[in-house]
Nanobody, 114 residues
Framework: QVQLVESGGGLVQPGGSLRLSCAAS????????MAWDRQAPGKQRDMVAI???????QYADSVKGRFTISRDNAKNTVYLQMNSLQPEDTAVYYC????????WGQGTQVTVSS
């Protein structure tokens, strides 16, 4: 059974940084497309960043240059480093593992506010 457990969310001031972690079990993060999506109140869930099994990465235009997705195959964990956070980054962030079946974590709240 595949499980994804996110951590690292919280309250941060504008301009601050957070690092989200997604610990996986039941599936190797290095063998699948791994992504972070986010959903703000009243809005649809959108992809923020994705990393391929080969290590290529893609980002939503709104976070390019500020967010970095990475993984540690030994720890079977995916990370999202978020810098220069802005109030519009406030959302629940979901880790997901994409394949024939996509698995989702439970989400972690990120709030950017002064």
């Amino acid at each position: 059974q595949v499980q994804l457990v996110e951590s690292g969310g919280g309250l941060v001031q504008p301009g601050g940084s957070l690092r989200l972690s997604c610990a996986a079990s039941g599936r190797s993060v290095g063998s699948y497309f791994m992504a972070w999506d986010r959903q703000a109140p009243g809005k649809q869930r959108d992809m923020v960043a994705i990393i391929t099994p080969g290590g290529s990465t893609q980002y939503a235009d709104s976070v390019k240059g500020r967010f970095t997705i990475s993984r540690d195959n030994a720890k079977n964990t995916v990370y999202l480093q978020m810098n220069s956070l802005q109030p519009e980054d406030t959302a629940v962030y979901y880790c997901n593992s994409r394949g024939i079946r996509t698995y989702w974590g439970q989400g972690t709240q990120v709030t950017v506010s002064s």
